[in-house]
């Protein structure tokens, strides 16, 4: 796989959630950590596992799974913390599994599927083809800037 992208390409970090690849700008990840406890929180929305300590900094991490109406499971030694940066903040996400480094071409991206009325794709930028898979790429300031209700975070 070529590290090199085109001026009108992106690279993207891939990831599996319960058997589905998505993906995330490589631009916006910090660094990858193998799953460690984190500290539970109070009174915070399900998807927010709690926080952890990076290097004197406190994280939230979120796991991807709950956040997304996936059945929770245990982590195991594949299970890892994605840190990414939105503007000021950073956060975890939780995945099962890092794939690879995906580079992706304009033409490879497709906007996300009409679902009709009920369904909420604002989490997605669009779907990747990469060979005969398809991969979901998420909007990391959607997903990390906002509240799990969709509203802007206080």
């Not at 997605?124 to 906002?146: K, Q």
Request: charged letters at 20%.
């Amino acid at each position: 796989m070529s590290m090199t992208t085109s001026p009108t390409g992106s690279q993207f970090l891939t990831f599996r959630l319960a058997g589905e690849d998505y993906g995330v700008e490589i631009l916006r990840v910090q660094e990858i950590k193998g799953y460690s406890k984190v500290t539970p929180l109070p009174n915070t929305p399900p998807e927010v596992r709690g926080v952890m300590n990076l290097r004197g900094t406190v994280v939230p991490v979120l796991d991807l799974r709950t956040r997304f109406g996936m059945p929770g499971v245990e982590p195991d030694p594949f299970t890892v913390v994605i840190v990414v940066t939105v503007g000021p903040k950073v956060a975890g996400l939780v995945v099962d599994a890092v794939s690879d480094v995906l580079d992706v071409g304009a033409a490879d991206v497709v906007p996300p599927p009409d679902l009709g009325a009920g369904a909420d794709t604002s989490l997605l930028t669009g779907m990747a083809r990469a060979g005969d898979r398809l991969v979901t790429l998420l909007n990391i300031d959607r997903l990390v800037g906002a509240t799990p209700d969709g509203g802007p975070a206080a």
